[in-house]
């Protein structure tokens, strides 16, 4: 796939008449040199398969196209763009386009093997979708992200820190999560409020099993929505003092300051 033979990204919008919906949290990405470097930090990808969500107009596409992943696949809810993103298929069966609502597809049905995902998220199901992917039965090889800058500091924050809470302890629990790129609202089509940031995760190969992810995000869901309460009342109806000295918690502390591991054993007593 040659990038350099097709219409810039501005002029395909306008060839199909194409605007960004607000109902859809779109804010589309139209630089290719801002699409590259997000291809490079999310691989080498070494012939492996990638998942992309939300692909809209494919700027991000076509940086994946000319990367070294092998077959793209992408999940669009809005058919609008259907059309435009077929006209990045060569025929050579890389390119994969699923008309879908990526909250409810399957992933690994769309491809088997060691899967990357990397994606511009539309920002009004970011957080779900990640919550999907990571505590449910589908965990890909690696996930480079787009995320309202908010929400990707929430990813990586450590305790005691504003921004720490369940996003962190659960993505922390399943991966290695760093903060690779941050980028103004101006890098967009059309700029959102925000700005925006991009994690890279990396599943552990200690990861918890699912069972254990589920009592965690009972517990973070307790100890948060409650953050500060101390973990005796905010546990309460999970047990409480007792639940916290099983798990070898200070029954005084609050959310905050339990670091991932606390909230593992906090996760692992509750069984």
Request: charged share 25%; aromatic share 4%; proline share 7%.
């Amino acid at each position: 796939m040659r990038v350099t033979d097709l219409p810039s990204l501005r002029e395909s919008l306008d060839a199909h008449g194409l605007l960004a919906k607000k109902s859809f949290g779109q804010h589309f990405l139209l630089d290719l040199n801002v699409t590259r470097k997000i291809a490079r930090l999310a691989g080498p990808f070494e012939g492996r398969a990638v998942i992309e969500v939300g692909p809209g107009p494919g700027g991000l596409t076509r940086a994946l196209l000319e990367s070294d992943a092998g077959r793209v696949i992408l999940v669009e809810k809005d058919p609008r763009f259907v059309p435009m993103l077929t006209e990045l298929d060569d025929g050579s069966g890389r390119l994969t386009i699923v008309e879908a609502d990526a909250l409810k597809v399957d992933e690994a049905a769309l491809s088997d093997g060691p899967t990357h995902l990397v994606s511009n998220l539309p920002y009004n199901v970011g957080t779900p979708l990640l919550i999907k992917w990571l505590t449910g039965p589908w965990l890909p090889h690696a996930l480079t992200l787009m995320f309202q800058k908010e929400v990707a500091e929430r990813i990586v924050a450590a305790p005691d820190e504003d921004a720490y809470g369940r996003l962190a302890v659960i993505a922390q629990a399943v991966c290695e999560a760093r903060l690779v790129m941050h980028l103004p609202p101006a890098a967009f089509t059309p700029p959102p409020k925000v700005s925006s940031a991009v994690v890279h995760l990396i599943p552990r190969a200690d990861r918890p099993d699912r069972e254990t992810l589920k009592r965690l995000e009972r517990v973070t869901a307790a100890a948060f929505g409650q953050r500060r309460k101390m973990l005796r009342s905010s546990l309460k109806t999970l047990g409480g003092a007792a639940l916290c000295e099983t798990a070898g918690i200070e029954p005084d502390a609050r959310a905050e300051v339990i670091d991932g591991a606390g909230f593992l054993r906090l996760a692992r007593a509750l069984a």
